[in-house]
């Protein structure tokens, strides 16, 4: 495999919740507590990758979903006879094609006219109703 041993052991350790949040270093005995450092509430692994208000405030869950698009975006840049649509700095907006209202994350066009859609969504996004309340 190309994945560097780092990523694929943190890959491992955060489908397994094994990474060390502050719930799990408490349940571990290596912290006396398991409170947010941020929020207060409980530091669990879906707290720190799509729960916790002050880091939606702070813009870090958009900022990891636009590296993980920006590495896609580049990435596709290889495809030869195509054009990129990326909603990313960089590259060519999606609303050219789509209008401002429905807009995908990426559109990439082929030179037989095919046409590949991705919506992105990284990590625990699917707690983004939760995220919607708070």
């Known amino acids: 495999s190309k994945l560097p041993k780092n990523i694929f052991n943190f890959t491992i350790r955060y489908i397994n919740n094994t990474l060390p949040t502050r719930k799990n270093l408490s349940k571990w005995g290596l912290s006396s507590t398991f409170d947010c450092s941020f929020c207060s509430s409980p530091e669990t692994l879906l707290r720190v990758v799509a729960g916790c208000k002050t880091y939606l405030d702070e813009g870090r869950f958009t900022w990891r979903h636009d590296s993980v698009l920006n590495f896609l975006a580049s990435t596709l840049t290889a495809v030869k006879n ?31 006219r095919c046409l590949y859609i991705l919506e992105l969504t990284v990590g625990y996004e699917s707690n983004l109703q939760v995220n919607a309340l708070i």
């Not at 609303?95 to 995908?104: C, E, F, K, Q």
């Open 82 to 112: 195509s054009t990129l649509y990326a909603d990313i700095p960089g590259f060519m907006n999606p609303s050219v094609i789509t209008g401002d209202r429905l807009l995908p994350d990426l559109l990439l066009v082929t030179e037989n």
